[in-house]
T-cell receptor
Framework: DVKVTQSSRYLVKRTGEKVFLECVQD?????MFWYRQDPGLGLRLIYF???????EKGDIPEGYSVSREKKERFSLILESASTNQTSMYLC????????????FGPGTRLTVT | SQQGEEDPQALSIQEGENATMNCSYK?????LQWYRQNSGRGLVHLIL?????REKHSGRLRVTLDTSKKSSSLLITASRAADTASYFC?????????FGAGTRLTVKP
C-alpha cells in the first residue's frame, strides 16, 4: 500500500513566521501535490511537481513556495505566514499523470495566530 | 478553480437506507474519481470511472457516469454509521485534476 506521511497533524505558528510542511511518499511516485482545504471551497491546488526539482504553480500559489530535492519528499513553504493561511493542508502523490488516482496524506491543520 | 460540483452539500439518512450523491462538471474529462474523507483526515480513493464507462461497482458502492449530461452519481447501498464522512468527486481532464466541495453524509444509527 502507498503511504503518504506529513510531518505534523497540527501546527500553530505566529504571523510572519516561516513555516515548513513536509510530505513523504514511499512508492516512488513521480507526481506530488499540495492542496489546501477550506470549508465550502473544497480542495484547491497550491503547487505540484512532476519530478525532482520540477514544480508547477496550481491555482493559489501566492504566499507559498515548494521544494522537491528528492523524489519521495515534497515540501511546502509559507515564506511569511499570515492568518489567512490558516487551513488544512493536504499532500498527495500519484504514480503517473493520466488515469490514476491520488494518494493523500493525513493532513496538517495549520493555525496562524 | 473547482470543476466538479457535488449535490447535495449535506445528506442525513438512517442506517440501512441508500445514499445518493451527485456530481456535475463543465468540461470534457478522461475520468472521474470519487474519494471519501473522514473528519479531519486525508482523502481516500473509492472508485475511478473512465469516460468510456457508464457504470462501475465496488462492494456497496455504485458509480454512474453520463458524459452527455456531464454528471456522475455515487450510490451507497445499505448505509452504515461508519459511512459517515464527506464524499468528493474529482474530474481528471488531460492530467488536470479538480475536486468539488464535497457532500457531507451523516448516517444515523
Amino acid at each position: 500500500d502507498v503511504k503518504v506521511t506529513q510531518s505534523s497533524r497540527y501546527l500553530v505558528k505566529r504571523t510572519g513566521e516561516k513555516v515548513f510542511l513536509e510530505c513523504v511518499q514511499d512508492m516512488d511516485h513521480e507526481n506530488m501535490f499540495w492542496y489546501r482545504q477550506d470549508p465550502g471551497l473544497g480542495l484547491r491546488l497550491i503547487y505540484f511537481s512532476y519530478d525532482v526539482k520540477m514544480k508547477e504553480k496550481g491555482d493559489i500559489p501566492e504566499g507559498y513556495s515548494v521544494s522537491r530535492e528528492k523524489k519521495e519528499r515534497f515540501s511546502l513553504i509559507l515564506e511569511s505566514a499570515s492568518t489567512n493561511q490558516t487551513s488544512m493542508y493536504l499532500c498527495a502523490s500519484r504514480l503517473g499523470l493520466g488515469g490514476e488516482w491520488q494518494y493523500f496524506g493525513p493532513g496538517t491543520r495549520l493555525t496562524v495566530t | 478553480s473547482q470543476q466538479g460540483e457535488e449535490d447535495p452539500q449535506a445528506l442525513s439518512i438512517q442506517e440501512g437506507e441508500n445514499a445518493t450523491m451527485n456530481c456535475s462538471y463543465k468540461t470534457s474529462i478522461n475520468n472521474l474519481q470519487w474519494y471519501r474523507q473522514n473528519s479531519g483526515r486525508g482523502l481516500v480513493h473509492l472508485i475511478l470511472i473512465r469516460s468510456n464507462e457508464r457504470e462501475k461497482h465496488s462492494g456497496r458502492l455504485r458509480v454512474t457516469l453520463d458524459t452527455s449530461k456531464k454528471s456522475s452519481s455515487l450510490l451507497i447501498t445499505a448505509s452504515r454509521a461508519a459511512d459517515t464522512a464527506s464524499y468528493f468527486c474529482a474530474t481528471d481532464a488531460n492530467n488536470d485534476m479538480r475536486f468539488g466541495a464535497g457532500t457531507r453524509l451523516t448516517v444515523k444509527p
